[in-house]
């Protein structure tokens, strides 16, 4: 993404959040209507964690960057090191288990993301490389499918889990 789009989008965001802040709703909840539009999953989390999650998937990008570019300059050693970082350890388990407490089906859909990583990292060590492009072929499409059933919803507390946007008791 190019830096005036990702500008674009930072005042759009920022915009949004100033209407909704005017209106009179959460700095979070979604425009009136999203939900009818965006079907996916919401996967509730609290501002922390939301963001938390963020900054994961963008590591993720950069990892997957990585890898393509080590591909690129048959740097396998690269590749492996990248593919690591994403792959699946008992932190990165616990992690995905936190994330996805309050939506049934998250918390396997990510561990499998991770395990598809560790593929990768296995073909790149043995300099597989039509290997490797299948095993990150395999883990773009899990992340694609993921994308394409959760969305977050930020909630205040644990306890708005049930609640729609904005929904207060």
């Not at 939301?50 to 997957?64: C, G, T």
């Amino acid at each position: 993404m190019t830096r005036a789009a990702l500008g674009f989008l930072v005042c759009l965001s920022l915009f949004g959040c100033r209407h909704q802040e005017a209106a009179g709703t959460a700095p979070h909840a979604p425009p009136p209507g999203l939900d009818a539009i965006d079907t996916r999953t919401p996967l509730p989390l609290l501002p922390m964690m939301a963001n938390h999650q963020k900054q994961n998937m963008r590591d993720h990008l950069v990892a997957v960057q990585e890898i393509v570019q080590g591909l690129a300059t048959n740097d396998y050693d690269a590749v492996e090191k990248a593919a690591r970082r994403i792959g699946y350890s008992d932190e990165m388990g616990q992690m995905c288990t936190h994330m996805g407490a309050g939506a049934p089906g998250f918390t396997e859909q990510s561990i499998r993301f991770h395990h598809t990583a560790d593929r990768i990292a296995e073909a790149a060590r043995t300099r597989e490389r039509a290997k490797v492009l299948d095993e990150l072929g395999t883990t773009l499409q899990t992340c694609t499918a993921c994308h394409a059933v959760w969305k977050q919803r930020v909630v205040d507390d644990l306890g708005d889990i049930g609640r729609a946007p904005g929904q207060r008791l």
